[in-house]
């Protein structure tokens, strides 16, 4: 469903990505997971084309996408359901029209049938009765769970979930997990999960990938990465402060000034 093939993303002379390769199969759930600053967001927006590799194939359902059309890449997008690290709700928008945009972007529901859906949907995330709320008036968490409504609310073919349960309590944790779940077994959806939460991968992800220095470093299934002995995925599973990782941000100013 998703193959990234050797690419290569740099920002001005940074270099993020350094020949990223992964197959991600139709119906999966597959977690990536990585330090800070290491290129997780930017691989999620390489999948949709909001980037562009400077080297190197995205492919997504058989079609290229960095040699497509504006067209066909439009045609790509519909697939996707994308849960935005940063939530990018509409302030101008209350609660359940922000909720309703994909559905009434892609013209796929009749109108009176939408608000139907996104109250079905906000009861799902607790949410119930929230549709008149501006997204001023919300609690940090409250906004990750309208802007995971809105990702969801299409049941696209692939959802894409940056950190979907950082800044929430650990019983919203566990809730966000069980729809994760959810909603691969149910509707067969492809997941791809960005998270620094390892209750998510051993809950909601099939395969794990670690990335480091522009690469994948680590690959296995979520049980593998439990018990895998490699010191990268050890000091990370275990979020030890001594071990082989140096830190993202430190190697970018350390490239920055040539050394
Ligand atoms: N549009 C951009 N312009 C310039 N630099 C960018 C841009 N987007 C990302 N970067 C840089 O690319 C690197 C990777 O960023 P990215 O957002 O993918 O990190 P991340 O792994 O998602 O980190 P976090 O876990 O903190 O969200 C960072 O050094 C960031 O500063
Ligand atoms: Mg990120």
């Given at each position: 469903?998703?193959?990234?093939?050797?690419?290569?993303?740099?920002?001005?002379?940074?270099?993020?990505?350094?020949?990223?390769?992964?197959?991600?199969?139709?119906?999966?759930s597959?977690?990536?997971?990585?330090?800070?600053?290491?290129?997780?967001s930017?691989t999620?927006?390489?999948?949709?084309?909001?980037?562009?590799?400077?080297?190197?194939?995205?492919?997504?359902d058989?079609?290229?996408?960095?040699?497509?059309?504006?067209?066909?890449?439009?045609?790509?997008?519909?697939?996707?359901?994308?849960?935005?690290?940063?939530?990018?709700?509409?302030?101008?928008?209350?609660?359940?029209?922000?909720?309703?945009?994909?559905?009434?972007?892609?013209?796929?529901?009749?109108?009176?049938?939408?608000?139907?859906?996104?109250?079905?949907?906000?009861?799902?995330?607790?949410?119930?009765?929230?549709?008149?709320?501006?997204?001023?008036?919300?609690?940090?968490?409250?906004?990750?769970?309208?802007?995971?409504?809105?990702?969801?609310?299409?049941?696209?073919?692939?959802?894409?979930?940056?950190?979907?349960?950082?800044?929430?309590?650990?019983?919203?944790?566990?809730?966000?997990?069980?729809?994760i779940?959810?909603?691969?077994?149910?509707?067969?959806?492809?997941?791809?999960?960005?998270?620094?939460?390892?209750?998510?991968?051993?809950?909601?992800?099939?395969?794990?990938?670690?990335?480091?220095?522009?690469?994948?470093?680590?690959?296995?299934?979520?049980?593998?990465?439990?018990?895998?002995?490699?010191?990268?995925?050890?000091?990370?599973?275990?979020?030890?402060?001594?071990?082989?990782?140096?830190?993202?941000?430190?190697?970018?100013?350390?490239?920055?000034?040539?050394?």
């Amino acid at each position: 469903m998703i193959e990234f093939i050797d690419v290569y993303k740099s920002f001005n002379d940074h270099e993020v990505l350094k020949g990223l390769t992964f197959k991600v199969n139709q119906g999966e759930s597959f977690a990536i997971i990585g330090r800070s600053g290491c290129g997780k967001s930017v691989t999620l927006k390489l999948m949709t084309g909001l980037l562009k590799p400077d080297k190197g194939k995205v492919i997504i359902d058989g079609i290229d996408i960095t040699k497509a059309t504006p067209g066909k890449l439009a045609q790509v997008r519909k697939k996707f359901g994308f849960l935005f690290q940063s939530g990018a709700l509409l302030n101008s928008l209350n609660v359940g029209d922000n909720i309703a945009l994909p559905l009434r972007e892609h013209r796929e529901l009749p109108e009176p049938k939408i608000m139907g859906r996104v109250s079905e949907t906000l009861k799902r995330l607790g949410l119930k009765h929230l549709e008149h709320i501006m997204p001023g008036e919300l609690s940090g968490g409250m906004k990750k769970r309208v802007s995971l409504a809105r990702a969801i609310i299409r049941e696209p073919e692939i959802i894409l979930y940056d950190e979907p349960t950082t800044g929430l309590d650990p019983i919203m944790c566990n809730v966000i997990n069980k729809l994760i779940v959810e909603m691969r077994q149910k509707l067969k959806i492809t997941s791809i999960v960005v998270t620094h939460d390892m209750n998510t991968v051993f809950m909601a992800a099939d395969r794990v990938v670690l990335l480091y220095q522009g690469k994948i470093i680590s690959a296995g299934t979520a049980a593998e990465f439990k018990k895998m002995g490699d010191a990268y995925v050890k000091q990370f599973v275990l979020g030890e402060a001594a071990g082989p990782f140096q830190d993202e941000d430190e190697l970018k100013l350390k490239e920055k000034s040539g050394e």
